[in-house]
């Protein structure tokens, strides 16, 4: 196969820095590179586009359990390339824009058919926040001007249905929440932390007290404002690990207490606006432990001085920030790209996707440019230095407000990009309309005797009991079968607010008949470990996932 001619923007980057005295000599070398590097499509992975014009830049992305997705943009940014039903117009005489808004700001995606329907929202939901409730709902929290203390409630329903958007008038938050981060805890409630401005926590449905003060946020704020969607992961012993900046602490939330105060993390600033992204490593075993991951960032005065070319940071922290060691420390590693805006989510197999961001600049409106075209696979079992794959790139450039979500058949879905005020398409980087899905390598064809496919398991669990999952596999079973929850997070700004995997545990797959094999798998033992609420059910083959099956952890 012929070396592909392809230059990423690492290629031109280096490029661009050549002297005209050694660019002769370089191009000789690279080209002599290009013959002998495997060819582009030899990386692993494949993408194709699901939707070519959603309407919508999506900023927030959900996937539902109808096996649908919501995208969900900002109210006051103009004309969209979706229009409202006839008779049904916003109208908002604060719009600076739109007074009378004809378009929509939020779509209904039928991942079956691909089809886009017009969903209507009212309040401004720009660098707002999410997350699902234990009967399915989800809850959308907070924006930006008429939204900043908005709370909206979104009841899924399948392909065929009419849901929309419902803005709640009875209630609403007690702070203001532009940029913070949501988290569902072991009760079902949820936990609002953070955002501009605001360095206090406050919980749904409401409590008595209010926005309670969280200090923490407080200590981490720098010029600029570095401590906005403060990375939260629920532990499995019911604390709350918070990383804000470059400092991370376990937060009792029950009595508003920090619990631990981890290590600070070397390499800069990697919150918003500085872009970093991180994800608690699947649960296991005894969930006696959590490992956190955080990766990437800016250079700290990127976002101040607005610029576009300061190189992203590569490094990756990991830490066991819930486990047998009494002082963990962060464990350093280098990823194959500097990156910036990176989104990292959780595969069934227990491995992370970074995908989507830049590699120079920050986020912010047109603040970043050179854009990381290449996936990267982050395998967390193997050792330091081995643990990062580079894969096949992409094309479209997906950069600020850009999100990427876990799909039930095991591809990823990639939407938005817009890091103009307003829709731009006359741009260097435009306003991204384009809806995608990459599929990772283990949905290759070579794999695919591997599938399992899930016959047979329960539409509800409870915690700490048993049931049975039934699977087919075209090959013979060798080895366990894993059964594997994952949860359905809000993305948002790099980060996908109440994102995590469970490994359950489970028996050797028995023999059932007919090609199927019968497991016997043990529930998560409480909310701790696996919050209330609809979990997309993996069976894990030898690393390949078959299609999930919903069902309610309760």
């Known amino acids: 196969m012929k070396a592909s001619l392809h230059l990423t923007p690492l290629h031109y980057n280096r490029f ?17 590179f290009l013959f002998l590097a495997p060819a582009r499509a030899d990386l692993p992975g494949t993408w194709e586009v699901l939707v070519a014009d959603a309407g919508i830049a999506s900023m927030h992305t959900v996937v539902t359990r109808f096996n ?14 979706k229009l409202l039903p006839k008779g049904h117009c916003r109208y908002d005489q604060n719009d600076a824009l739109l007074k009378r808004d004809c378009y929509a700001h939020s779509v209904h995606l039928d991942l079956e058919t691909n089809q886009v329907r017009p969903l209507k929202i009212l309040t401004d939901t720009w660098c707002s926040s999410g997350q699902f409730l234990p009967d399915g709902t989800l ?6 001007l008429d939204g900043l203390k908005k709370i909206r409630m979104f009841s899924p329903c399948d392909a065929t249905g009419f849901c929309d958007w419902k803005e709640l008038d009875d209630v609403e938050l007690a702070e203001g929440r532009w940029y913070a981060t949501n988290q569902i805890l072991p009760d079902g409630s949820v936990i609002i932390i953070g955002g501009r401005g605001s360095n206090t926590v406050e919980f749904f449905p ?32 019911g604390h709350l690990f918070v990383f804000a900046n470059t400092r991370s602490v376990m937060y009792d939330f029950t009595r508003h207490v920090i619990v ?31 490992e956190i991951v955080v990766c990437g960032g800016a250079q700290y005065g ?51 996707l970074v995908i989507n961001g830049a590699m120079s600049g920050t986020q912010g409106f047109e603040s970043a440019s050179n854009p990381c075209l290449n996936p990267v696979l982050y395998r967390p079992d193997q050792p330091a230095g081995l643990r990062f794959m580079v894969l096949n790139p992409g094309t479209v450039p997906r950069m600020y407000h850009a999100t990427a979500n876990l ?69 013979p079973v060798v080895g366990i079968v894993e059964v594997n929850l ?38 998560p033992p409480s909310g701790k470990v696996a919050p209330p609420g609809y979990y997309m059910a993996f069976a894990v083959n030898q690393g390949v996932p078959s299609v999930a099956k919903w069902i309610h952890v309760a």
């Open 407 to 475: 799909l039930p058949d095991g591809r990823v879905l990639l939407a938005g990009s817009n890091p103009h005020v307003l829709y731009r398409f006359d741009a260097e980087y435009p306003t991204e309309l384009r809806v995608e899905a990459f599929s990772p390598e283990y949905l290759s064809p070579d794999r695919a005797n591997l599938r399992p496919v899930i016959e047979e398991v329960p539409e509800t669990v409870r915690f700490g009991g048993s049931f049975d999952v039934v699977v087919s596999v075209s090959l």
């Open 302 to 352: 990127a976002f101040l001085l607005r610029s576009t070319d300061s190189p992203a940071h590569g490094s990756c922290g990991r830490i066991l920030a819930l486990g047998d060691k009494e002082n963990p420390k962060w464990e350093m590693e280098n990823m194959p790209f500097g990156r910036i805006m990176g989104d990292m989510v959780m595969l069934p197999s227990g491995d992370v």
């Open 68 to 81: 649908t997705a919501v995208l969900l943009d900002r109210t006051n940014i103009g004309p969209s390339r």
């Open 260 to 290: 631990k105060e981890y290590p600070k993390l070397e390499g800069g600033p990697r919150n918003y606006p500085s872009a970093g992204s991180s994800a608690m490593l699947a649960l296991q075993e005894d969930y006696s432990k959590a």
């Open 206 to 237: 409401p409590r008595k007290d209010g926005a309670v003060l969280f200090p923490f946020l407080a200590e981490t704020e720098d010029t600029q404002m570095d401590n906005l969607y403060p990375y939260v992961h629920l532990l499995p012993n």
């Open 16 to 32: 661009h820095s050549l002297t005209m005295r050694n660019f002769s000599a370089y191009l000789s070398c690279f080209l002599l």
């Open 139 to 144: 809850l959308q929290t907070g924006g930006d």
């Open 486 to 523: 994952a949860s359905a997070p809000f993305a948002t700004h790099s980060f996908s607010q109440g994102q995590r995997l469970v490994k359950l545990a489970v028996s050797s797959a028995v023999p059932d008949g007919d090609g199927k094999y019968r497991i016997s798998v043990t529930s």
